[in-house]
């Protein structure tokens, strides 16, 4: 059977309109204008009031909102954002008031501990690697795994186990550690580990038990404090799995306990949207009310400027 023949539609009869009468989603009133100098107010000004800008201004309305209401705003966090020298920017965020609680990875407390102690962190992964040498720095194995025997034995998380450890010690750089800010200052902070995934788990002192005791009673913490998040600010900073898949389950117990945790705001910055990310932080937990929004771009320029941001407005 041969096939249809089709020549060229004619468009002859395409119907117009007037522009003056179309919708138009962007005019002059939301166009960006040259920065010529003055303060990071005056720079924020400047930007277009378009697609991710607005989303930038509505997150940090939203930290705003919450904090003036006394409500959690939450950092969840990899460690990529410890290694791009972040620290000083959290740190800052929680002795103002504005980030009320931390949940960690299992890598953060080795980028962490290491800054305490050193100043410095973030080895050369491909050339120790070869040299059967990666992630077999004495005193991080020793010390870090050390502090999560001991906390456990004590009922702590991991988070206070670290945190602790680092504020007691004599560490010259300890100002550098989040985990001792949020010791010092009293704020929640809870490390979510999987056995295997981080440098400590290879070294003869690490103690499967302790670490899963600690955990577990982290997420327990965690879960607590997402109980409370109605109104509040959840950020998920540079974690592609393990804590999207954490605050989902956290998200899952506390509604199945009864707790009215609805509308409020997630947020998740990284330079790429992964999976994970995009449905257990930004789609579903808000399905039965609150708002989401993705910030791509690289954590050492993205989160400094949502920090300045909301320091503008803090102060």
Known sequence: MPGKKYKPIS????????LKTRMSKVGLDKAGRPFRGGDFRDFLGSLPDLLAVKDFRAVVDSIIRARKS??????????????VGLSPVIINLMEAGVITAVAMNGACIVHDFELSLMGRTSEDVDIELCRGTFGMAEETGREI????????????????????YILRSKADYK????????????????????????IIHMHPQADGA?????????????????????????????????????????????????????????????????????????????????????????????????AAAVMEKTL
């Open 11 to 18: 468009l002859g009869r395409v119907k117009t309109c007037r």
């Open 70 to 83: 006394s409500r959690p705003v939450i950092l969840g966090m990899g460690a990529h954002p410890i290694k």
């Open 145 to 164: 795994n050390r502090a999560v025997k001991t906390g456990a034995g004590k009922g702590f998380g991991i988070g206070r186990s670290v945190g602790e």
């Open 175 to 198: 100002e550098l550690s989040v985990l001792a800010a949020a010791a010092r200052l009293g704020i929640p902070a809870t490390v979510h580990i999987a056995i295997g995934t981080d």
């Open 210 to 306: 302790a670490m899963g005791k600690g955990s577990l009673t982290d997420f327990r913490l965690l879960s607590s404090v997402i109980s409370d998040l109605k109104g509040g600010v959840y950020i998920n900073l540079g974690s592609a799995v393990i804590l999207p898949e954490v605050f989902l389950k956290a998200i899952a117990v506390t509604r199945n306990l009864g707790y009215n945790v609805k509308n409020f705001t997630t947020v998740n910055m990284d330079f790429i949207q992964h999976y994970r990310a995009r449905e257990n932080v930004l789609r579903r937990p808000v399905l039965s009310g609150g708002k989401a929004y993705a910030l791509t771009g690289h954590h050492e320029i993205m989160f400094p400027l949502l």
